[in-house]
C-alpha cells in the first residue's frame, strides 16, 4: 500500500485523495498544514493519522513514502525540491513550477536522487479520452488548425472584484488564467500537437495586475491553435481540431467527457468513452504503476514521456508568459 502524504487541504486535495483511495493502492497517512488542528480536521476524516505543521520533519518522516503538494503555486517549486531531495515519490498538482529554470533544477535534483520520481497532476492526460483524440488527429488526412476554448468563473474573483487579494489571483504566488486553466489546454497542444514554432499571448490583466483571461495563438509549420482561456467568465463553446473535411469536436478541453468526430455531411460520431466520476483517478491508477513497478520497462517510459512533456508544457507556459509581459517575483530570483 502506498503511503500518502498531502501538503494542502483544499476541495483538489479532498477530490485526489478520494480518487487515490478508490484505486485500492494508496492509503493517506499523514497531512502537512501550518496549522496542526487544520492537517487534523482534513486527516482525520480521510483516515490519517499522522500531522505536521513542521515541513522539514513532515518531509523527513517514515510514514510517508508518496508525497500529494497542493499548496499554492509558488511554493511547488521548493516542496517538490525537498520531497525528491528526501527521496520521495512527488506529485504536484499543476502547474508543476512557474518557470522553466526551476523545472531545469527539478530534473537536476532527480538526478542526484534517482531513487525518486517527480509527477505533475495533469488529470486529463491520463484519461482514455485525451488518447482518443491524440489517436484521432494523427488519422486526420491534414491538420488546419484548432480552437480550445476553457473559461471558467473562479469564485475568488468576487473577492477580486470586493477589493480583496486572493492567492489565485496574484503575481507573488505565480496566479492568474494562463497558470491554471491555461494548463489543461496547453497540454492538449503540446500532447497533441508538439511544440509550437513561435508563440504569442494576449491578456486581458484585471486589477491584480495578473490575467484574468487571454488569447493564445501557437504557430506551427502548417497551422495554428488558437487558445481563449479565462477565470473572469463562462464560456459554453465547444472546442475543435480541423482537418480538411472532418472536425473533432470536444465538449471541452480539459474534462473530455465527450469526444466526437463531424463529417463533410455534419454527421457527428462519438469517438470517446464516459470518464470516471472522479476525474483524477486515471492519474492515480498510473502514477500507483510507476511508484509499485517504477524499474518496468512500460512504466519507466511512461513516467519519463510524462515528465518531458511536463517539462515542454513548462517551457510553453512561460514563452506565453514572455509573450504577455507578466512576470512573477521567482522568475529573477531563481540562482542555484
Known amino acids: 500500500m502506498i503511503k500518502l502524504g498531502i501538503i494542502g487541504t483544499n476541495w483538489i486535495t479532498q477530490q485526489f485523495v478520494e480518487a487515490a483511495h478508490a484505486t485500492g493502492k494508496y492509503?493517506?497517512?499523514?497531512?502537512?498544514?501550518?496549522?496542526?488542528?487544520?492537517?487534523k480536521k482534513f486527516g482525520e476524516k480521510n483516515g490519517a493519522t499522522v500531522f505536521f505543521d513542521n515541513l522539514n520533519a513532515f518531509f523527513e518522516s517514515d510514514a510517508i513514502d508518496t508525497i500529494?503538494?497542493?499548496?499554492?503555486?509558488?511554493?511547488?517549486?521548493?516542496?517538490?525540491?525537498?520531497g525528491i531531495e528526501n527521496d520521495k515519490y512527488v506529485i504536484v498538482e499543476k502547474p508543476i513550477v512557474s518557470n522553466i529554470k526551476?523545472?531545469?533544477?527539478?530534473?537536476?535534483?532527480?538526478?542526484?536522487?534517482?531513487?525518486?520520481r517527480l509527477f505533475e497532476a495533469a488529470r486529463q492526460v491520463h484519461q482514455q479520452n485525451f488518447t482518443v483524440v491524440k489517436g484521432q488527429v494523427a488519422m486526420l488526412d491534414r491538420v488546419q488548425g484548432a480552437t480550445l476554448t476553457y473559461m471558467k468563473y473562479s469564485s475568488r474573483y468576487d473577492a477580486v472584484l470586493a477589493g480583496e487579494t486572493p492567492n489565485v489571483?496574484?503575481?507573488?504566488?505565480?496566479?492568474?488564467?494562463?497558470?491554471?486553466?491555461?494548463?489543461?489546454v496547453a497540454y492538449d497542444a503540446v500532447g497533441w500537437f508538439g511544440m509550437p514554432d513561435d508563440v504569442a499571448y494576449y491578456p486581458t490583466l484585471i486589477s491584480t495586475r495578473v490575467d484574468g483571461k487571454g488569447v493564445a495563438i501557437l504557430r506551427y509549420p502548417?497551422?495554428?491553435?488558437?487558445?481563449?482561456?479565462?477565470?473572469?467568465?463562462?464560456?459554453?463553446?465547444?472546442?475543435?481540431?480541423?482537418?480538411?473535411?472532418?472536425?473533432?469536436?470536444?465538449?471541452?478541453?480539459?474534462?473530455?467527457?465527450?469526444?466526437?468526430?463531424?463529417?463533410?455531411?455534419?454527421?457527428?460520431?462519438?469517438?470517446?468513452?464516459?470518464?470516471a466520476d472522479n476525474p483524477m483517478i486515471p492519474e492515480a491508477e498510473d502514477f500507483a504503476r510507476v511508484i509499485?513497478?517504477?524499474?518496468?520497462?512500460?512504466?519507466?517510459?511512461?513516467?519519463?514521456?510524462?515528465?518531458d512533456l511536463s517539462q515542454n508544457v513548462t517551457k510553453l507556459l512561460y514563452n506565453l508568459r514572455q509573450s504577455g509581459k507578466i512576470v512573477f517575483p521567482d522568475d529573477a530570483q531563481i540562482d542555484r
Open 102 to 116: 526551476q523545472m531545469e533544477v527539478l530534473r537536476e535534483t532527480l538526478e542526484k536522487h534517482p531513487q525518486a
Open 292 to 307: 509499485n513497478d517504477p524499474q518496468n520497462e512500460k512504466n519507466d517510459h511512461d513516467y519519463w514521456t510524462w515528465l
Open 68 to 82: 500529494y503538494i497542493a499548496s499554492p503555486n509558488s511554493l511547488h517549486f521548493e516542496q517538490a525540491k525537498m
Open 27 to 39: 492509503q493517506l497517512t499523514a497531512v502537512y498544514s501550518r496549522a496542526t488542528e487544520k492537517a
Open 169 to 184: 489571483f496574484t503575481l507573488k504566488f505565480a496566479g492568474g488564467a494562463l497558470q491554471d486553466l491555461g494548463v489543461y
Open 222 to 275: 502548417e497551422f495554428d491553435v488558437t487558445l481563449n482561456i479565462g477565470k473572469t467568465s463562462n464560456s459554453y463553446l465547444s472546442s475543435e481540431i480541423y482537418g480538411l473535411k472532418d472536425t473533432i469536436v470536444m465538449d471541452s478541453p480539459a474534462e473530455l467527457e465527450k469526444v466526437s468526430l463531424r463529417d463533410e455531411t455534419g454527421k457527428e460520431t462519438s469517438i470517446g468513452t464516459k470518464p
